[in-house]
């Protein structure tokens, strides 16, 4: 029996992507897609898709066992901003679904780990611009804190026991297949749908807030290329910053103008505010550059481009089905 892939939260907005990315290098049967739900999604019902908790972890090592897996994607988590309205349930699903998945590694039951970090690991005290791979961490967000938590036990168990595990900070993250998950940069997705849609968007965050952003084709190009790494490649296995493009959300209004001249931006800044301000502007991603040789694609302009192309497709599909 040929060893396979398991991703756990693979409904989620990096994870379904991530699956059609692996089913397509690797086999639709080589990757099996799991979330706490059943799912309609046809992308993920095109191979194996198995209804776990990650916090169960009888049923963790039983699913592992079933399908042969030899190495697993954690994307299971609660993102920034839903977290800050439920801290107990974030902290418990963040770190104990984690453990879960390096005890079961420490224990020979799986051969190698991805696990996503985030920016939110810093905090105020951080450098904004360029911020380093080690520099202060201090965050404000229960979900900044489990991933700094995260990274260390991530670190600890590799240097301790041996367990391959990889991580990257990712970014406020944008894509165009699935629907904004909960977190603080989701307005530059929303911005998209909402300004084909009714060419007006109310904006949660100031309109002068800088924050790193990626599109989502570079997210996973670069969680599959770490994975695929060497390991004696890996120096950092806490986590990576990798960098994409960094912007204000009255630079992306004026961007989506080229486009939609009559598009219109308001600001009504909520709690959300505050966690963008503790977050960096730019990112110094050299290390992963100079380790495994990670490079990003999408600069700001070919990211609204291709945003604005491919939810409009997705729109005039929807009406022509409907019609």
């Given at each position: 029996?040929?060893?396979?892939?398991?991703?756990?939260?693979?409904?989620?907005?990096?994870?379904?992507?991530?699956?059609?990315?692996?089913?397509?290098?690797?086999?639709?049967?080589?990757?099996?897609?799991?979330?706490?739900?059943?799912?309609?999604?046809?992308?993920?019902?095109?191979?194996?898709?198995?209804?776990?908790?990650?916090l169960d972890r009888a049923?963790?090592?039983?699913?592992?066992?079933?399908?042969?897996?030899?190495?697993?994607?954690?994307?299971?988590?609660?993102?920034?901003?839903?977290?800050?309205?439920?801290?107990?349930?974030?902290?418990?699903?963040?770190?104990?679904?984690l453990f879960n998945v390096?005890?079961?590694?420490?224990?020979?039951?799986?051969?190698?780990?991805?696990?996503?970090?985030?920016?939110?690991?810093?905090?105020?005290?951080?450098?904004?611009?360029?911020?380093?791979?080690?520099?202060?961490?201090?965050?404000?967000?229960?979900?900044?804190?489990?991933?700094?938590?995260?990274?260390?036990?991530?670190?600890?168990?590799?240097?301790?026991?041996?367990?391959?595990?990889?991580?990257?900070?990712?970014?406020?993250?944008?894509?165009?297949?699935?629907?904004?998950?909960?977190?603080?940069?989701?307005?530059?997705?929303?911005?998209?749908?909402?300004?084909?849609?009714?060419?007006?968007?109310?904006?949660?965050?100031?309109?002068?807030?800088?924050?790193?952003?990626?599109?989502?084709?570079d997210a996973i190009r670069?969680?599959?290329?770490?994975?695929?790494?060497?390991?004696?490649?890996?120096?950092?296995?806490?986590?990576?910053?990798?960098?994409?493009?960094?912007?204000?959300?009255?630079?992306?209004?004026?961007?989506?103008?080229?486009?939609?001249?009559?598009?219109?931006?308001?600001?009504?800044?909520?709690?959300?505010?505050?966690?963008?301000?503790?977050?960096?502007?730019?990112?110094?991603?050299?290390?992963?550059?100079?380790?495994?040789?990670?490079?990003?694609?999408?600069?700001?302009?070919?990211?609204?481009?291709?945003?604005?192309?491919?939810?409009?497709?997705?729109?005039?599909?929807?009406?022509?089905?409907?019609?």
């Amino acid at each position: 029996m040929e060893s396979t892939t398991l991703i756990i939260g693979a409904s989620g907005q990096i994870g379904i992507e991530l699956t059609m990315a692996l089913r397509k290098k690797r086999g639709n049967d080589r990757v099996i897609a799991s979330d706490i739900r059943p799912t309609t999604d046809s992308d993920l019902l095109q191979g194996p898709y198995e209804i776990l908790d990650v916090l169960d972890r009888a049923s963790l090592e039983a699913i592992i066992e079933k399908h042969n897996v030899s190495e697993v994607y954690l994307l299971a988590a609660l993102l920034s901003a839903t977290a800050e309205k439920n801290p107990d349930f974030a902290w418990k699903l963040n770190m104990d679904g984690l453990f879960n998945v390096l005890e079961l590694a420490k224990a020979k039951k799986i051969s190698k780990v991805f696990w996503p970090s985030s920016i939110a690991v810093f905090g105020p005290s951080t450098p904004r611009h360029n911020t380093p791979q080690h520099t202060v961490m201090e965050p404000t967000t229960v979900y900044g804190i489990s991933k700094l938590a995260g990274e260390r036990w991530c670190a600890y168990y590799h240097e301790r026991y041996g367990v391959d595990v990889r991580s990257i900070r990712y970014p406020g993250l944008i894509g165009f297949r699935s629907e904004p998950g909960g977190g603080t940069t989701d307005y530059a997705v929303d911005i998209f749908h909402k300004a084909i849609e009714s060419g007006s968007y109310s904006c949660f965050l100031k309109e002068d807030t800088e924050l790193p952003m990626m599109m989502m084709e570079d997210a996973i190009r670069a969680t599959i290329s770490i994975m695929e790494a060497p390991s004696l490649s890996i120096k950092e296995r806490g986590g990576y910053n990798i960098a994409g493009c960094s912007f204000t959300p009255s630079e992306l209004a004026s961007i989506i103008r080229r486009s939609i001249p009559s598009f219109t931006i308001s600001y009504a800044p909520d709690f959300r505010q505050s966690i963008a301000d503790s977050w960096p502007a730019s990112i110094d991603d050299h290390a992963a550059l100079n380790d495994w040789g990670w490079q990003s694609e999408y600069d700001t302009d070919k990211l609204c481009a291709t945003m604005l192309s491919e939810i409009g497709k997705k729109k005039a599909a929807t009406v022509e089905t409907h019609a």
